[in-house]
């Protein structure tokens, strides 16, 4: 038989007089056999992890206890509100689920053992059967009903119509012996017997379904719609001669009303009733219904008893072989997942029951509530209910196992729903144990964190536990924070741990925490005191000091602090506090420290003034040319200019690659004092800026010449002055060295008149390269003359063209309009009265007047009011 999960729990046995609850579990429910482990066991005997249980069990005890010390259980039949009890000695008890009678008196209904119990659906009647050859009827609520028939045969089983108790049903039952025999009440309540079925053999069991009935014969099992009194098929058996079917019980049960589970030997068939197809229909005697087979595999035990669970079907087993003293093995209860042609084992547990020794197959018997998934194993001494494990079950086992994350999964997964016995808080106080006690510190943080959440009293209480161990470090970072902060000596405990035993830890939890959750002066003085005794790791508890001194805003001692450890966290601290106002005598050591931030820090918001800034490095001046350079660049204003003059000789010291564009941006600068600071080092391209600048152009040539030789660079300054006179000192300059003369042919061909070299070049005078550079002088000055002609051109045509347009405009019509005035008598030019209608007289410059108005002027061809402009304008 295939198996995938191995499961096997050893279910030891109570004894009689001293049975034992186990824990979890009520009196009322009966007595638990799941935690009680068998007395002896071999020394060398590997203990192996137990997977978990699939079932619980309880064993039914109280007025059961005592029936049994007397007398010996035959069969049983279960009903959700109570169980029937059939003893050997022919008696009936009525019991509940836990053991307890609930009848007055017992049911004395037979004279031999009692071979099979029957209760309606109801639970209102039940029915029994017996050797002794009759059959006991008895309603549990009303005696009106009950009955005893007397069948005259061994009457081996019996089956009540599950709705017997229903008004109008015909009151039937079942019984079965060679025959199977339907009775029910007729007219005037008597009982008609048919028989629906003979000469199959002995009749084992019966089982009643709505209107299907389902019973075991010796050669196999029918099924039967009672309702259309026909047979739905004949499952027969094979027969081995190692095991014949008549020498074992066959076990049936219906599972939701159309499933039949069979267990029959070693064999295990599941059947499904349904209507049939019209397809497979051949007449119209065919049955509506037919049966269908599911599922058939075998087992390696004999089947006792068989049951469905959800989906699952259960199985007690008896094992075929004996042990090694020639006795019979415990029985075991199997879990399995069917298939079509096998199983797939889910579990398997070994159950001790009383005198299991003794026992054979047929005397074990399996019944379930189908509805509860809720089983009873009964042999003749012994009866067990076992149902599946529900949520506080496993968590109870879990906790038992010591599975204890299991367990707060489970407890979190059901808590509020399906748990009664247990919470997340109890279940996660047993685990922040059991982790605790095994060394996993950080584990316990986290659980504790889930367990505790933000419930102040809690995590007050359990925080010891971690104190107690020296392992406050562990949950220090799963602790509450804010508003469902702890009392602050927790964290103090904290602390005053990380000081003595992780310095770098307490630092990083003092610049996590908020100050306000603990007591700062108190820590600060732990930190003093651990400081005098201690040398470890003073570095880092210096920069924690510098923290707490934040936290006090006693800022003066956190930046001194800061600074003596060389650590770059007081920048942020100014910015962070505005502390500006305190660092003027720190500006040095903060640019010792990092001179880019300190710049940055000290430009931040114009917070510190310049001038402060200035006197205090003053006696280190590359600190102060670098402050004064980041100042020139981001302010332009006054307050930066007025450092100019010292800027100019902290670029000569510092910078020199600076000084000539600064020199060149600037004017706010002594320039003598610049020329003295570049004559002193001798920086010649400075030097000639400057003196050109004040305009003497005729040194700084000079200096271009002699200093640095560079004839480019002088045509350049030349050009730059435009000045003829410089030229003419440039060629002065040049004419003993004939490469520079040889250099200006080339050049200056394009700027002056080379004929003021070409006629002072001495005669005999050796200069290199002289046809090209004439060549080159030629065809510059060629170029300039060609340019100038060109020009003299262009002008010319403009001159013309612009003459002609003036002309043109001049002469062009205007317009004289009846708005327009006289200039001389101010009245209209164009009268309307004919009578008074004048000469009009126009000049050039648009000027209009009556003929009448400028006799004298006229005739001159003078415009009065222009004329008398000029006259005025030449008159002074």
């Known amino acids: ?248 019980r066959c076990n049936l049960c219906w599972r939701s009303g159309s499933m039949l589970l069979v267990g029959w030997v070693d064999t295990v068939r599941i059947y499904k009733v349904g209507k049939r197809s019209t397809r497979k229909m051949t007449g119209h005697n065919d049955p509506e219904f037919e049966v269908e087979q599911v599922s058939i595999f075998t087992t390696d035990f004999f089947v006792c008893g068989i049951g469905p669970l959800d989906g699952q079907v259960v199985l007690l087993g008896f094992a075929k072989e004996l042990d090694d003293e020639g006795k019979a093995q415990r029985p075991q209860l199997y879990v399995g997942e069917p298939r079509v042609e096998d199983c797939i084992e889910v579990s398997t547990d070994s159950l001790t029951l009383r005198g299991y020794q003794d026992y054979k197959c047929n005397d074990y018997h399996l019944e379930c509530l189908v509805d509860e998934n809720r089983f009873f194993i009964v042999s003749p001494k012994d009866v067990v209910a076992a149902s599946p494990y529900d949520a506080d079950d496993r968590v109870q086992w879990l906790l038992d196992h010591g599975k204890y994350e299991a367990a707060m999964e489970a407890v979190t997964q059901f808590e509020g729903r399906d748990l009664k016995r247990f919470t997340v808080l109890e279940v996660g106080h047993a685990y922040l144990d059991h982790l605790l006690e095994g060394d996993k510190y950080d584990e316990a943080g986290k659980l504790a964190l889930k367990i505790f959440g933000k419930d102040k009293k809690r995590w007050e209480e359990e925080v010891f536990k971690f104190a107690r161990v020296k392992q406050l470090r562990a949950v220090s970072k799963y602790l509450p924070r804010g508003d469902h902060a702890l009392d602050p000596h927790v964290y103090e405990m904290v602390l005053y741990e990380y000081l003595k035993m992780e310095p770098q830890g307490f630092l990083e939890v003092v610049r996590e925490w908020s100050p306000t959750m603990y007591n700062v002066p108190a820590v600060v003085n732990a930190v003093l005191e651990h400081l005098l005794v201690s040398d470890n790791e003073r570095a880092v508890l210096l920069e924690a000091l510098a923290i707490l001194y934040t936290h006090e805003r006693k800022y003066d001692k956190a930046l001194a602090m800061y600074l003596k450890l060389k650590h770059k966290d007081v920048f942020q601290l100014i910015r962070k506090h505005d502390l500006y106002h305190v660092i003027h005598d720190m500006i040095e050591e903060l640019m010792d420290l990092d001179s880019e931030q300190a710049i940055i820090t000290l430009l931040e918001k114009e917070l510190v003034p310049p001038d402060v800034v200035a006197s205090r490095l003053e006696k280190n001046q590359r600190y102060l040319y670098l402050y004064l350079d980041a100042l020139d660049k981001r302010d332009a204003k006054e307050v930066a200019r007025k450092y100019h003059g010292l800027m100019v000789r902290l670029y000569a010291d510092f910078a020199r690659d600076k000084l000539l564009p600064f020199l060149r941006r600037s004017d706010q600068y002594p320039i003598q004092d610049a020329l003295d600071t570049c004559q002193e080092r001798n920086f010649f391209p400075e030097m000639i800026y400057l003196l050109g600048r004040i305009g003497n152009t005729k040194e700084a040539l000079t200096l271009i010449i002699c200093k640095l030789q560079d004839v480019e660079q002088a045509i350049e300054f030349c050009k730059e002055h435009d000045d003829l006179e410089l030229w003419g000192d440039l060629v002065e300059c040049s004419l003993d060295k004939p490469e520079f003369i040889s250099f200006l042919l080339s050049r200056i061909g394009t700027y002056v008149d080379p004929r003021m070299l070409v006629q002072r070049i001495a005669p005999g005078l050796a200069i290199p390269r002289l046809r090209s550079s004439l060549v080159k002088m030629m065809h510059d000055y060629k170029l300039q003359v060609s340019v100038q002609e060109g020009c003299r051109k262009i002008l010319a045509a403009d001159y013309f063209e612009l003459h002609q347009r003036l002309v043109s405009l001049q002469q062009r019509a205007v317009l004289i309009g009846d708005d327009q005035l006289c200039r001389a008598c101010h009245r209209p030019i164009i009268m309307r009265d004919l009578s008074g209608a004048d000469n009009v007289v126009m000049f050039y410059c648009k000027h209009c007047f009556h003929e009448e108005c400028v006799p004298g002027e006229q005739a001159r061809g003078l415009c009065a009011i222009c004329h008398s402009t000029s006259t005025a304008q030449s008159a002074k």
């Not at 609850?21 to 005997?45: F, H, I, P, W, Y």
């Not at 137990?50 to 039914?60: H, T």
């Not at 709505?210 to 098929?233: C, E, K, M, P, T």
Request: net charge negative.
């Open 1 to 248: 038989m295939e198996t995938s999960i191995a499961s096997e729990t050893e279910v030891s046995e109570l004894h009689t007089d001293s049975d034992t609850v186990g824990e979890g579990s009520s009196q009322a429910e009966g007595t638990s056999v799941n935690n009680v482990m068998e007395g002896e066991k071999e020394e060398d005997e590997e203990e192996e992890e137990e997977d978990e249980p699939k079932l619980k069990y309880a064993r039914m005890a109280n007025d059961l206890r005592n029936i049994l010390t007397k007398d010996a259980v035959s069969c049983i039949a279960v009903h959700p509100k109570f169980v029937c009890i059939g003893s050997l000695w022919g008696v009936i008890h009525v019991l509940d689920h836990q053991g307890n009678s609930i009848r007055s008196k017992e049911l004395h209904a037979h004279s031999v053992a009692v071979n099979q119990i029957s209760i309606d659906q109801s639970g209102d009647f039940i029915a029994s059967c017996s050797d002794d050859g009759k059959v006991f009827i008895c309603g549990l609520y009303s005696t009106e009903e009950s009955q005893s028939v007397v069948i005259g045969r061994l009457v081996k089983s019996i089956a009540i119509d599950p709705a017997y108790s229903k008004p109008g049903s015909g009151r039937r039952f079942i019984t079965g012996d060679e025959r199977l025999v339907l009775h029910e009440r007729t007219f005037l309540s008597r009982l008609k017997s048919t028989v629906l079925y003979e000469a199959e053999g002995s009749v084992q069991n019966i089982r009643w379904n709505g209107q299907f009935v389902a019973w075991a014969s010796d050669i196999g099992v029918r099924v039967y719609d009672v309702n259309a009194r026909q047979s739905l098929g004949l499952i027969k058996w094979n027969r081995n001669s190692g095991a014949l079917p008549e020498d074992f």
